[in-house]
């Protein structure tokens, strides 16, 4: 124990000496957040539409005239040609095409029915997928409005065909602001990647410069050593996970609904998962290089399946039992359920159950592989 | 026989099929300073590792203050002191906090920690460096330091791997000075080198070939041996025939 | 030349010799694109669901079958009665609730128009939007379905087509993020590692004082990596086409100019990088978390740029990446000729002999 103490001094020292840990502390979290979520925003607007009117109607004026004010469009072109929207798509000016053919007003009123044709530039993304949703949105109400306003032959079954009426209300996050979904995760992320790299750099750096020698040569014990890297930077990502919190409420007005000490206690665990991750991957490194690599592949895997950018849900079922071997998955579930739907900590225990199976795990598998003796 | 500090015998040390140390047997009482000499690439620090208990042996026995380096590693690290070719200081550390920390570690209490780490500051001619970051000292200092701190428990034995590397003639006198003052205090020393004068100054020296200890005796003995005043000629005579060289 | 020569072969075995390094470097963009390939998406599916059904008629029942068989939804255990659903929310499991009111079917049967209700998660504001729409859609479906001879009237069915992606493969637009993304990081930070390695270990200076010009270390450091990286975009260009069944509709060769262009530009960013800086880690820092940040955000590969401030827009007009990713997609995805990519391919090439100049410049001048 007395020895430990002495340990963690030196740490402690070493680490209020460093500048750069000091401004990855401070710094990095701020900056992350405030830049991140302005610039991470998956809202759809401004999606551009490049409108072929081959029928130059009333209706199909009226349905142009319904996409422009909805607010998530964006008329960029008015023609008549389909070679003209395509040039536009490919210099990017375009997201979408919406062709209405000739007859359209015509077939509709006489047939019921009319086809028209839409093109999603997929290779914009997120972009023109979500905007192309939308579309088919707004043409769905367009439809309903139709039939209100126009009488025919076959209206008399109206009347007696039963219509179901669908209400919705949203639940957490009811006015729909993308700041709530992208905050939280972006905190995570910022957790993750300084406990993740953290250690496995500050340990392979004695290894290079030759201290870690000293260390195994003297009796400190295995536990000590290794207690004595993990308690310092516990202390760091702590420090910057209550900084994350600070900045979220200030900048970004988000409290958590839930209970705070839970958040906390989840961020412990967290970080002492990804610590031992960060020591086990310097017991595999002999240089700052092959560490950084290393921790930043696997750390980019972890993102990429933890639902930060993706939703789990839609990942094949190989995907997700991967996703489910991650940390990181469980960790930012827990940190939204907590922030935005005030979930206590019976309903995560779950995911509390597999964080401490990963802490463990990964510490015992440095633990093991850390050798004194070589 | 527990009264010897350093017992080898046959030790071997391979990678693959390369034999870094060939089965070595020498022994070095206490209270000796033993010079272990060879050229570049000769083994020396790989054998000095195996009896620091950093690295295992292949084969052989050896035993470190009368605890074997197989089984025994933990209680040898309690009784040895080490100073490294990089010296292993931490350099964005004070002189003092450098002390604090390795005197912790080998369990010295905070108020011997204090004492003797003033005496020693003060002896060394530091006292005004105290407080400065080791990064700031320069080479000759450091390199003082460093011993000090590898003496600083009152170990039995202390391994010095180069220790004297990069520095003038007279910075490496009054660095032997010391070891001598640790010898006479019953410090046994193992020091590797490859300065020749140096060997002089020991009490046994050996010089290791591609491996293999060929020779061990007195500085005067082997100046006898192979007809010559200088050691620099005994071991020109040795390593002549040596198949290796270089790191 | 010859000297240049062994230089440069000395620089390959250093890279070759770090096994692990190279593991990654390799390792990486094949896992990012079978990933992005394979299992993410931007689609909604599988979505957790579950129905308080105060009615348990038919009408109900038939709905509930038809949630269960859609693939959008995950039909989970019905509750029985509000607090039920918040617990569910809470614990993750759904993000949305349909709840029939106790009368469904008599009202549906009697004066021909019933409610139901959805409770969606607005935590994911556009995956909430989107279940909405199913969810919806679904019901809609079953309407007609009562009534197979009144069909809604004045039905505008639009026909979707994708663009480029006719066959519907999964993430596309991720490939070209994926390969900015791998040369900034590849090339930035290890050839600026390296450089700054060698000065860390004091050989440098032995470099400078021989007889090699300054500007052939420099090239001798940065060929190997641009070998690497060509290696890399081939393993990326062979999976995209036979894993992932993309076609390359432009031309090869133009392809290929342009990402050398692109490397180019990486590889003096790394140069400069290397100059500035005399610590192996402060090089690392700078190169990953540095490079990394703005060529993910303001690429416009993950998030659209003009859904961003107008700081970041102007901030994007610097970041070489977001020119890469403009040609790419043209020339590798659309097929479109390199008279659509002058402008940014001139861009590229201005930035990198503006590079290039102040690398050597400062180069020259830290010799001084």
Same mark, same amino acid.
Request: hydrophobic letters at 50%; aromatic letters at 12%; glycine letters at 6%.
């Given at each position: 124990?007395?020895?430990?103490?002495?340990?963690?001094?030196?740490?402690?020292?070493?680490?209020?000496?460093?500048?750069?840990?000091?401004?990855?502390?401070?710094?990095?979290?701020?900056?992350?957040?405030?830049?991140?979520?302005?610039?991470?925003?998956?809202?759809?607007?401004?999606?551009?539409?490049?409108?072929?009117?081959?029928?130059?109607?009333?209706?199909?004026?009226?349905?142009?005239?319904?996409?422009?004010?909805?607010?998530?469009?964006?008329?960029?072109? $008015?023609? /008549?040609?389909?070679?003209?929207?395509?040039?536009?798509?490919?210099?990017?000016?375009?997201? /979408?095409?919406?062709?209405?053919? $000739?007859?359209?007003?015509?077939?509709?009123?006489?047939?019921?029915?009319?086809?028209?044709?839409?093109?999603?530039?997929?290779? $914009?993304?997120?972009?023109?997928?979500?905007?192309?949703?939308?579309?088919?949105?707004?043409?769905?109400?367009?439809?309903?409005?139709?039939?209100?306003?126009?009488?025919?032959?076959?209206?008399?079954?109206?009347?007696?065909?039963?219509?179901?009426?669908?209400?919705?209300?949203?639940?957490?996050?009811?006015?729909?602001?993308?700041?709530?979904?992208?905050?939280?995760?972006?905190?995570?992320?910022?957790?993750?990647?300084?406990?993740?790299?953290?250690?496995?750099?500050?340990?392979?750096?004695?290894?290079? /410069?030759?201290?870690?020698?000293?260390?195994?040569?003297?009796?400190?014990?295995?536990?000590?050593?290794?207690?004595?890297?993990?308690?310092?930077?516990?202390?760091?990502?702590?420090?910057?996970?209550?900084?994350?919190?600070?900045?979220?409420?200030?900048?970004?007005?988000?409290?958590?609904?839930?209970?705070?000490?839970?958040?906390?206690?989840?961020?412990?665990?967290?970080?002492?998962?990804?610590?031992?991750?960060?020591?086990?991957?310097?017991?595999?490194?002999?240089?700052?290089?092959?560490?950084?690599?290393?921790?930043?592949?696997?750390?980019?895997?972890?993102?990429?399946?933890?639902?930060?950018?993706?939703?789990?849900?839609?990942?094949?079922?190989?995907?997700?039992?991967?996703? $489910?071997?991650?940390?990181?998955?469980?960790?930012?579930?827990?940190?939204?359920?907590?922030?935005?739907?005030?979930?206590?900590?019976?309903?995560?225990?779950?995911?509390?159950?597999?964080?401490?199976?990963?802490?463990?795990?990964?510490?015992?598998?440095? /633990?093991?592989?850390?050798?004194?003796?070589? | 026989?527990?009264?010897?500090?350093?017992?080898?015998?046959?030790?071997?040390?391979?990678?693959?099929?390369?034999?870094?140390?060939?089965?070595?047997?020498?022994?070095?009482?206490?209270?000796?300073?033993?010079?272990?000499?060879?050229?570049?690439?000769?083994?020396?620090?790989?054998?000095?590792?195996?009896?620091?208990? &950093?690295?295992?042996?292949?084969?052989?026995?050896?035993?470190?203050?009368?605890?074997?380096?197989?089984?025994?590693?933990?209680?040898?690290?309690?009784?040895?002191?080490?100073?490294?070719?990089?010296?292993?200081?931490?350099?964005?550390?004070?002189?003092?906090?450098?002390?604090?920390?390795?005197?912790?570690?080998?369990? &010295?209490?905070?108020?011997?920690?204090?004492?003797?780490?003033?005496?020693?500051?003060?002896?060394?001619?530091?006292?005004?460096?105290?407080?400065?970051?080791?990064?700031?000292?320069?080479?000759?200092?450091?390199?003082? &330091?460093?011993?000090?701190?590898?003496?600083?428990?009152?170990?039995?034995?202390?391994?010095?791997?180069?220790?004297?590397?990069?520095?003038?003639?007279?910075?490496?006198?009054?660095?032997?000075?010391?070891?001598?003052?640790?010898?006479?205090?019953?410090?046994?020393?193992?020091?590797?080198?490859?300065?020749?004068?140096?060997?002089?100054?020991?009490?046994?020296?050996?010089?290791?070939?591609?491996?293999?200890?060929?020779?061990?005796?007195?500085?005067?003995?082997?100046?006898?041996?192979?007809?010559?005043?200088?050691?620099?000629?005994?071991?020109?005579?040795?390593?002549?025939?040596?198949?290796?060289?270089?790191? | 030349?010859?000297?240049?020569?062994?230089?440069?072969?000395?620089?390959?075995?250093?890279?070759?010799?770090?096994?692990?390094?190279?593991?990654?470097? %390799?390792?990486?963009?094949?896992?990012?694109?079978?990933?992005?390939?394979?299992?993410?998406?931007?689609?909604?599916?599988?979505?957790?669901?579950?129905?308080?059904?105060?009615?348990?008629?038919?009408?109900?029942?038939?709905?509930?079958?038809?949630?269960?068989?859609?693939?959008?939804?995950?039909?989970?255990?019905?509750?029985?009665?509000?607090?039920?659903?918040?617990?569910?929310?809470?614990?993750?499991?759904?993000?949305?609730?349909?709840?029939?009111?106790?009368?469904?079917?008599?009202?549906?049967?009697?004066?021909?128009?019933?409610?139901?209700?959805?409770?969606?998660?607005?935590?994911?504001?556009?995956?909430?939007?989107?279940?909405?729409?199913?969810?919806?859609?679904?019901?809609?479906?079953?309407?007609?379905?009562?009534?197979?001879?009144?069909?809604?009237?004045?039905?505008?069915?639009?026909?979707?087509?994708?663009?480029?992606?006719?066959?519907?493969?999964?993430?596309?637009? %991720?490939?070209?993020?994926?390969?900015?993304?791998?040369?900034?990081?590849?090339?930035?930070?290890?050839?600026?590692?390296?450089?700054?390695?060698?000065?860390?270990?004091?050989?440098?200076?032995?470099?400078?004082?021989?007889?090699?010009?300054?500007?052939?270390?420099?090239?001798?450091?940065?060929?190997?990596?641009?070998?690497?990286?060509?290696?890399?975009?081939?393993?990326?260009?062979?999976?995209?086409?036979?894993?992932?069944?993309?076609?390359?509709?432009?031309?090869?060769?133009?392809?290929?100019?342009?990402?050398?262009?692109?490397?180019?530009?990486?590889?003096?960013?790394?140069?400069?990088?290397?100059?500035?800086?005399?610590?192996?880690?402060?090089?690392?820092?700078?190169?990953?978390?540095? =490079?990394?940040?703005?060529?993910?955000?303001?690429?416009?590969? =993950?998030?659209?740029?003009?859904?961003?401030?107008?700081?970041?827009?102007?901030?994007?007009?610097?970041?070489?990446?977001?020119?890469?990713?403009?040609?790419?997609?043209?020339?590798?995805?659309?097929?479109?000729?390199?008279?659509?990519?002058?402008?940014?391919?001139?861009?590229?090439?201005?930035?990198?002999?503006?590079?290039?100049?102040?690398?050597?410049?400062? %180069?020259?001048?830290?010799?001084?």
């Amino acid at each position: 124990m007395k020895v430990l103490s002495f340990i963690l001094q030196k740490e402690f020292r070493q680490i209020f000496r460093d500048k750069t840990i000091l401004a990855m502390m401070f710094a990095v979290p701020t900056f992350q957040l405030i830049i991140l979520p302005l610039a991470a925003n998956f809202e759809v607007k401004n999606v551009n539409v490049a409108f072929v009117d081959y029928d130059r109607s009333t209706y199909s004026q009226e349905l142009l005239n319904k996409i422009a004010s909805s607010g998530y469009f964006r008329i960029v072109g $008015n023609t /008549i040609s389909y070679t003209d929207a395509l040039e536009m798509i490919e210099k990017n000016e375009a997201d /979408i095409i919406l062709e209405i053919p $000739n007859g359209f007003e015509r077939n509709l009123v006489r047939e019921g029915s009319q086809k028209v044709n839409m093109a999603v530039d997929a290779i $914009n993304g997120t972009k023109s997928a979500i905007g192309g949703g939308y579309l088919m949105a707004v043409l769905a109400d367009f439809n309903s409005s139709l039939d209100v306003n126009i009488k025919s032959p076959k209206s008399s079954t109206i009347a007696t065909a039963p219509r179901i009426d669908v209400t919705y209300s949203v639940w957490y996050n009811p006015l729909e602001e993308y700041k709530y979904y992208m905050v939280p995760g972006i905190l995570v992320l910022l957790l993750t990647l300084i406990g993740g790299f953290i250690t496995a750099l500050n340990i392979v750096r004695e290894k290079e /410069i030759g201290t870690i020698e000293q260390i195994n040569v003297s009796p400190i014990k295995k536990w000590q050593f290794i207690l004595g890297k993990l308690i310092p930077f516990w202390i760091v990502g702590i420090i910057v996970f209550t900084i994350g919190l600070t900045v979220m409420y200030v900048v970004y007005g988000i409290f958590p609904k839930g209970s705070i000490p839970v958040l906390y206690l989840f961020a412990g665990i967290y970080l002492i998962a990804l610590l031992g991750f960060g020591l086990l991957i310097s017991t595999f490194s002999n240089s700052q290089l092959q560490a950084m690599f290393v921790a930043f592949f696997f750390m980019m895997v972890f993102m990429l399946m933890s639902g930060f950018f993706t939703s789990v849900d839609s990942m094949p079922a190989w995907a997700r039992q991967i996703s $489910n071997l991650t940390p990181v998955t469980h960790f930012i579930t827990v940190v939204r359920l907590i922030v935005l739907k005030g979930s206590g900590f019976a309903q995560v225990k779950m995911e509390f159950l597999y964080l401490v199976i990963f802490a463990l795990l990964l510490n015992g598998a440095a /633990i093991f592989n850390y050798r004194k003796t070589s | 026989m527990s009264e010897k500090a350093i017992i080898c015998k046959d030790l071997t040390k391979q990678f693959g099929d390369f034999k870094a140390v060939n089965k070595i047997s020498f022994d070095v009482g206490q209270g000796e300073i033993f010079g272990f000499l060879g050229a570049n690439g000769a083994g020396k620090t790989t054998a000095m590792r195996m009896l620091c208990g &950093l690295s295992f042996p292949t084969s052989g026995e050896a035993s470190v203050a009368g605890f074997n380096v197989y089984k025994q590693q933990e209680k040898i690290k309690a009784n040895i002191g080490y100073m490294s070719q990089k010296f292993s200081l931490y350099e964005n550390l004070t002189t003092f906090e450098n002390i604090e920390f390795y005197g912790g570690v080998y369990g &010295l209490s905070r108020k011997e920690i204090k004492k003797r780490g003033e005496d020693m500051v003060t002896m060394l001619g530091l006292a005004n460096e105290a407080k400065k970051l080791v990064g700031e000292l320069p080479l000759g200092w450091k390199q003082k &330091l460093a011993f000090s701190v590898a003496i600083f428990h009152r170990p039995k034995i202390v391994f010095l791997d180069e220790p004297t590397g990069g520095v003038d003639p007279v910075t490496r006198r009054q660095f032997w000075d010391l070891i001598y003052e640790a010898a006479a205090d019953g410090i046994t020393v193992f020091v590797t080198t490859h300065y020749m004068d140096e060997a002089e100054y020991c009490n046994r020296i050996s010089i290791m070939v591609d491996g293999k200890v060929e020779a061990l005796d007195t500085p005067a003995s082997l100046k006898k041996e192979f007809n010559t005043s200088s050691m620099d000629e005994v071991f020109y005579q040795l390593a002549r025939r040596a198949q290796r060289s270089g790191d | 030349m010859k000297q240049l020569f062994s230089f440069i072969r000395k620089e390959f075995y250093h890279v070759f010799r770090d096994k692990r390094t190279l593991l990654i470097l %390799f390792g990486l963009p094949v896992v990012q694109i079978v990933l992005f390939g394979f299992a993410l998406s931007s689609e909604v599916k599988n979505i957790g669901i579950t129905v308080f059904d105060n009615a348990h008629d038919n009408n109900s029942e038939q709905i509930i079958n038809k949630i269960k068989a859609s693939p959008y939804f995950l039909f989970k255990a019905p509750v029985k009665n509000y607090a039920d659903i918040e617990e569910q929310f809470k614990e993750g499991s759904i993000k949305c609730a349909l709840i029939f009111p106790v009368n469904f079917a008599q009202e549906l049967a009697r004066s021909g128009r019933a409610q139901v209700q959805i409770i969606a998660d607005g935590a994911d504001p556009n995956t909430a939007t989107i279940l909405v729409n199913y969810l919806t859609a679904i019901i809609a479906d079953y309407q007609q379905q009562l009534n197979p001879t009144a069909r809604l009237n004045y039905q505008i069915i639009p026909e979707v087509r994708q663009l480029y992606n006719e066959e519907q493969n999964g993430s596309l637009n %991720f490939i070209p993020g994926v390969i900015a993304l791998i040369f900034m990081i590849v090339c930035t930070a290890l050839t600026s590692v390296s450089i700054v390695k060698e000065k860390e270990l004091g050989t440098m200076e032995i470099l400078l004082v021989s007889p090699f010009k300054p500007i052939m270390v420099l090239i001798a450091k940065a060929v190997p990596y641009l070998i690497l990286s060509i290696i890399n975009f081939i393993i990326i260009l062979l999976l995209s086409v036979f894993l992932l069944h993309v076609q390359i509709r432009g031309s090869l060769p133009l392809l290929f100019a342009e990402s050398i262009l692109f490397i180019i530009t990486c590889l003096s960013l790394g140069l400069l990088i290397s100059n500035v800086t005399n610590s192996q880690q402060t090089a690392m820092l700078i190169s990953m978390m540095g =490079m990394m940040l703005p060529t993910l955000l303001f690429t416009g590969f =993950m998030f659209p740029l003009e859904n961003m401030p107008k700081i970041f827009q102007f901030i994007s007009y610097i970041v070489p990446s977001r020119y890469y990713y403009i040609i790419i997609k043209a020339v590798m995805l659309k097929g479109l000729d390199f008279s659509y990519v002058w402008k940014e391919t001139l861009i590229l090439t201005g930035m990198s002999l503006f590079l290039l100049t102040v690398a050597l410049k400062n %180069f020259k001048t830290r010799l001084q």
